[in-house]
């Protein structure tokens, strides 16, 4: 096992890169580090001494070196293999939303757009049982993307806007405090038909800040990349507390276009979207319970 202590002068990539084969700790100490960081090795931990963060404002539609970057490209720090480990890590993508909002705005009638897709932290092929423990991810369109594998995040604050948990993995969120930024949609799940688990909140906070008003915020809506029919989105709330801004209805619909062009909308009605929380039931507890043990013994 080898043991690295880094401050923001250098480079995680670097250390990941030159390493020795086997297990690797990085102990990250207080500061910066304005770094798109690939993990590609297996046995990867990072522990914060006090306040790391690593941050990035990629977002959907940058332009570098000639290529455009899509939503996963335009990630913070990116997983690509199994057994990765963060402790009190911030992971942060700051593209500035709102000033992308406006320009958006201004830009309406002569129907250009920009993409304000800008992620924190991947989980991409090759990562599984990936943990996080007191982390933070903030972004506010599509902060966090779990789209392989498993993933336990544990005592963590994730802040966002629209979709701002995603992806076709599988994850636990133990113990979480769920921030809504503003009026949106906290997860949209794209899992796989053939999994059982998608995305399950166990005894999280669903939180807001600034102006977020009252019922403007639903939990999940079904995404279907490139209107994928092999997929069946899947959300479970165990013994959540729901704050006013989520929305009664709790889910909503969600339209993807086909490769034909063609748009199809996917109900949320018709998702494994289930709560079993705050006396919204629509799962019997031993269900909701046997869906909980699943996850576990994935991670």
């Known amino acids: 096992m080898t043991t690295l202590v880094l401050d923001p002068q250098s480079s995680i990539n670097n250390a990941l890169t030159s390493a020795p084969e086997g297990p690797l700790t990085l102990i990250l100490r207080e500061g910066v580090w304005r770094e798109k960081v690939f993990v590609n090795r297996p046995d990867v931990t990072l522990i914060s001494e006090e306040g790391a963060r690593i941050d990035n404002d990629d977002r959907h539609g940058t332009v570098r070196d000639g290529k455009v970057f899509n939503t ?3 990630a913070t720090f990116t997983v690509s293999a199994p057994n990765f480990s963060a402790l009190g ?7 500035d939303y709102q000033k992308g909002k406006a320009w958006n705005l201004a830009h309406k009638d002569d129907k250009e757009k920009m993409d304000l897709q800008a992620v924190a932290l991947r989980t991409a092929f090759g990562s599984d049982h ?3 423990r007191a982390c933070t ?3 506010w369109q599509d902060t966090l993307y779990l789209d392989s594998g ?3 995040l544990e005592d963590c ?3 966002g806007s629209v979709d701002f948990i995603f992806g076709s993995g599988s994850a636990l969120f133990q113990g979480c405090e769920i921030v809504s930024r503003g009026p949106g949609f906290v997860s949209a799940p ?3 038909e053939s999994e059982e688990v998608g995305f399950i909140f166990h005894d999280c906070v669903f939180s807001k800040e600034g102006n977020t008003d009252k019922n403007s915020v639903f939990i999940a809506r079904p995404w279907h990349p490139a209107g994928s029919e092999n997929r069946n989105p899947m959300v479970l709330l165990i013994d959540c507390s729901l704050a006013p801004h989520i929305h009664p209805y709790l889910w909503t619909d969600m339209a993807s276009k086909r490769p034909d062009g063609t748009e199809k909308v996917w109900r949320g009605d018709n998702s494994r979207f289930f709560i079993s929380s705050s006396g919204k039931e629509n799962i019997k507890v031993e269900d909701a319970n046997r869906l909980l043990k699943l996850m576990m013994s994935r991670l």
């Not at 890590?89 to 593209?95: D, G, K, L």
């Open 130 to 132: 990936a943990t996080f």
């Open 89 to 95: 890590i911030t992971f942060s993508n700051s593209f």
């Open 190 to 192: 794209s899992t796989f």
């Open 72 to 74: 996963g490209d335009s």
């Open 157 to 159: 604050t994730i802040k």
């Open 150 to 152: 498993s993933t336990l």
């Open 137 to 139: 991810f903030l972004g």
